[in-house]
């Protein structure tokens, strides 16, 4: 009678774990995707001492297709300029769509418009103030991890700024004998993100 009830208990035990395994894989795979989110990129402060951080919203999805617009904030840190002049900065409102193709890739197109500011330029010595636009495009893959919670996003891209409303001249080096004007560039990101 012992044995047989060690027997119970033991498969009563296994039934139990079982049971919690299977609810929580189901659980998982039902979970419902994360409509919102927020990401800020990781990299930018540290190697063009800039920081931007968006809120994102999914606004459709159908199997893999599926398209996010996001809003934010883009600062560009005051920083001198050898071409250009002394505490260059920028402070701008990002906003963006990102259109996904299978699972994580996607195309990304970005716009950030606000204030340009530059002080003593130097050539002029002038100090500027422009209300800028910069378009981008991007093309990355979104990792997502810790059960769809978290996600890291790797991009690249081309950026321009197509309006200042004042532009200052833009030298090609340091000699300032050259002006080239605001020219395309390439631009990498990493994103590091929130689903919520």
């Known amino acids: 009678m012992i044995k047989k009830n060690m027997t119970m208990k033991k498969s009563l035990l296994i039934l139990g774990?079982?049971?919690?395994?299977?609810?929580s894989v189901i659980a998982q795979t039902e979970q419902k995707e994360s409509k919102?989110?927020?990401?800020?990129?990781?990299?930018?402060?540290?190697?063009?001492?800039?920081?931007?951080?968006?809120?994102?919203?999914?606004?459709?999805?159908?199997?893999h297709?599926?398209?996010?617009?996001?809003?934010?904030?883009?600062?560009?840190?005051?920083?001198?300029?050898v071409t250009e002049g002394e505490g260059f900065a920028d402070y701008?409102?990002?906003s963006g769509y990102r259109q996904y193709f299978w699972k994580?890739?996607?195309?990304?197109?970005?716009?950030?418009?606000?204030?340009?500011?530059?002080?003593?330029?130097?050539?002029?010595?002038?100090n500027?103030?422009?209300?800028?636009?910069?378009v981008t495009g991007y093309i990355g893959y979104k990792f997502e991890f810790a059960k769809k919670k978290l996600y890291i996003l790797p991009q690249f891209g081309v950026a321009g700024v197509i309006y200042k409303s004042n532009p200052?001249?833009?030298?090609?080096?340091?000699?300032?004998?050259?002006?080239?004007g605001e020219t395309p560039f390439m631009l990498g990101s990493l994103r590091f993100g929130y689903n919520f």
């Not at 774990?17 to 609810?23: A, D, E, G």
């Not at 996010?68 to 840190?77: E, K, P, T």
């Not at 500027?128 to 910069?134: A, G, M, N, P």
Request: hydrophobic residues 40%.
């Open 104 to 126: 994580g890739l996607h195309l990304e197109y970005s716009q950030t418009t606000g204030m340009g500011v530059l002080h003593n330029h130097v050539t002029t010595g002038k």
């Open 36 to 63: 919102y989110s927020v990401e800020t990129d990781i990299l930018w402060p540290f190697l063009v001492q800039t920081t931007r951080t968006h809120f994102v919203v999914k606004l459709w999805q159908k199997g």
């Open 128 to 134: 500027y103030r422009s209300f800028d636009w910069l």
């Open 92 to 94: 701008s409102i990002a």
């Open 168 to 180: 200052w001249p833009i030298y090609e080096d340091e000699t300032l004998t050259k002006e080239v």
């Open 17 to 23: 774990i079982v049971s919690l395994i299977t609810n």
């Open 65 to 81: 297709l599926r398209g996010d617009a996001y809003v934010g904030l883009n600062i560009d840190f005051p920083e001198d300029r």
